[in-house]
């Protein structure tokens, strides 16, 4: 249930105020409220807007209801009839008056950044390099990219914390003898002997599993480590059983997108000093749009661009009302979870720590030593 939906006939997209302010110009009758629209309005919105993500038409509109001592929320539009398309972004019954991840609002601008990004598009749209339907258009293109590739998440939200811990067992095994070195009674005498090293050693020498599944992981590249990782353990949980997008589809997209992201953060006097502004969702969506509309050339992007910010300043700022895409949300997350998915990781029934810290009790019991006090914090 969108906020803004995209009319054919104008090719710009409104949100509920600004299509029957339109109406009201078109048909001649002043515009009171919502619940009072004229059925002739009614007919001609359900035949001329589009959902902004599946593009469905249908559209009804629908006043949100005031909760008491709350200032009522903004009316949105519903498409009931024949509803929305599986997959879309606003098909499901929580998205009333939400923007998804993916989607950026090109209209709001509320710090530096985004204000810089908006007079870019604005300054776009208006000196004809794109248009409204030019951002239409890429929507649909990554749904229809979206709905043709398609996976059922399986994976079980626990194997980064697997993963974690196999990688510190492997770096903790590589402060363990050398190969071919015996332990002996000595070694083990030793009072700062590094039991965890040697214990971590043995347990991944036992289950050569454990060694194919890290060169596995190095060899497809795959980032699995910190926000990212903590990302695919909420999206493997969020979305166990369920049929997402593979995002792999679009990874020469993705590459060329970030490259001009940076170009563009680094060439560009409003965005230079912004602290990540090639990851912002805005400067990606922009990027993206510039590249969408030059067949992901990024040489004619940048040339685009160019002469965009050369004249970026004065544009009518009502241009940049519209729903811009970020096709990239959650890329790095989603693609690790794909690509770690796709190993066919068995989870095992024991934590590789549990295995570590019951090799190290074993160990320590075969040359009569007594058992730790608290050997999980050494």
Known sequence: MPLTAYSISDKVERDVDQVLTRLSVQ???????????????RVFLRSDL???????????????????????????????????????????????????????????A??????????????????GFFSQASIRDMREWFFNKKVQSLF????????????????????QASRGLPPGV??????????????SAEAAKRVLVGDPRHQETMVAIQHQRIHW???????????????????????????NEYRLTCSLAEFIRYNYAPLKGTVGASGTVSVLAFSALLLHIRGWNISLAISDFAKIAAVAGHSNQNLGNVMGLNPFHDYLAWTGLKKI?????????????????????????????????NPASS
């Open 27 to 41: 048909f001649g009758q002043p515009y009171t409220s919502v619940e009072a629209i004229p059925e002739a309005w």
């Open 50 to 108: 589009q959902c902004p993500s599946c593009f469905v038409q249908g559209a009804e509109v629908v006043r949100s209801a005031k909760k008491a001592g709350r200032a009522g929320r903004q009316s949105f539009f519903r498409f009931t009839n024949p509803g929305h398309k599986p997959h879309c972004d606003f098909g499901g019954t929580d998205t009333a008056n939400t923007v998804p991840e993916n989607l950026v609002a090109f209209g709001k």
């Open 110 to 127: 509320r710090t530096p950044l985004t204000r810089a990004v908006r007079q870019l598009v604005c300054t776009g749209i208006e000196k």
């Open 152 to 171: 059922d998440v399986t994976l079980d939200s626990r194997i980064i914390k697997w993963l974690c811990d196999l990688d510190q067992a492997s770096r």
């Open 182 to 195: 015996d332990l002996t009674p000595e070694i083990a005498a030793m009072p700062d002997f590094d039991w």
């Open 225 to 251: 480590f910190g926000e990212v990782g903590e990302r695919i353990t909420s999206l493997a949980r969020r979305f166990h059983g369920r049929t997402v997008f593979d995002p792999t589809l679009l990874a």
């Open 341 to 373: 998915q796709d190993l066919n990781i068995e989870m095992p029934e024991n934590t590789i720590k549990s295995e570590c810290l019951a090799m190290r009790a074993t160990l320590r019991a075969e040359f009569g030593l007594p058992p730790e006090a």
